[in-house]
């Protein structure tokens, strides 16, 4: 199994831009997709980012997602931040057998 | 509308078994991968296991392996986690989500289960 690797933290101002990185420990960043989930305080995750950079009907071009495979890491990205972005944001991907999600990122928007 | 509605949460001592349920609608159920993710109080999100869609094959993370066990009733769009052996490490909000090891893509709103003496 590999490690996925965020930050544990980042904070930027409304409106700015934020980007929020997922590194993977070992194998191939772009062998196996990754997706990014946004879990607001209290509530359920949902799914912002799917197969790297493809967005769910719903959530606002805003968010976006790439994959650096110099850096073997993952990145979400969201521009013109909003107070309602504030949120944990998680990334995903898998091997042939589990699951691996990273450690969560807080996103603080003041 | 995609629905899922976990149940079956509670408090059980250390070594005892508890059985969670998610109910979905919305979709056709008996299509989808399923999977069950929890999250320990004040964590993050740790994936436990999935399901194909038929219900052949099943996975599951190494801290639940032999402990835990995975299933559905396609006839009554319903999921199942069954858990023994329980361990106060397994405290935690059980997320059900539609989708497998690859992409989960709506999640149900948990249930809690708390495993103390």
């Known amino acids: 199994n590999f490690i996925l690797t965020q930050p544990h933290s980042v904070s930027e101002s409304p409106g700015k831009t934020v980007t929020i990185s997922c590194t993977r420990s070992?194998?191939?960043?772009?062998?196996?997709?990754v997706q990014w989930y946004q879990q607001r305080p209290g509530s359920a995750p949902t799914t912002v980012i799917y197969?790297?950079?493809?967005?769910p009907s719903g959530v606002p071009d805003r968010f976006s997602g790439s994959i650096d495979s110099s850096s073997n890491s993952a990145s979400l990205t969201i521009s013109g931040l909003k107070t309602e972005d504030e949120a944990d944001y998680y990334c995903?991907?898998?091997?042939?057998?589990?699951?691996?999600f990273g450690g969560g990122t807080k996103l603080t928007v003041l | 509308e995609v629905h899922l509605v976990e149940s079956g949460g509670g408090l059980v001592q250390p070594g005892g078994s508890l059985r969670l349920s998610c109910a979905a609608s919305?979709?056709?159920?008996?299509?989808?991968?399923m999977s069950w993710v929890r999250q320990a109080p004040g964590k993050g999100l740790e994936w436990v296991s999935s399901?194909?869609?038929?219900?052949?094959?099943?996975y599951y993370a190494d801290s639940v392996k032999g402990r835990f066990t995975i299933s559905r009733d396609n006839s009554k769009n319903t999921l199942y986690l069954q858990m023994n052996s329980l361990r106060a490490e397994d405290t935690a909000v059980y997320f059900c989500?539609?989708?497998?090891?690859?992409?989960?893509?709506?999640w149900g709103q948990g249930t809690t289960v708390t495993v103390s003496s």
């Open positions: 197969e790297d950079n493809q967005r």
């Open positions: 070992s194998g191939n960043i772009a062998s196996n997709y």
């Open positions: 399901i194909t869609s038929s219900g052949v094959n099943t």
């Open positions: 989500a539609n989708g497998g090891i690859v992409v989960l893509d709506v």
């Open positions: 995903q991907s898998y091997d042939s057998n589990s699951g691996v």
């Open positions: 919305g979709f056709t159920f008996s299509s989808y991968a």
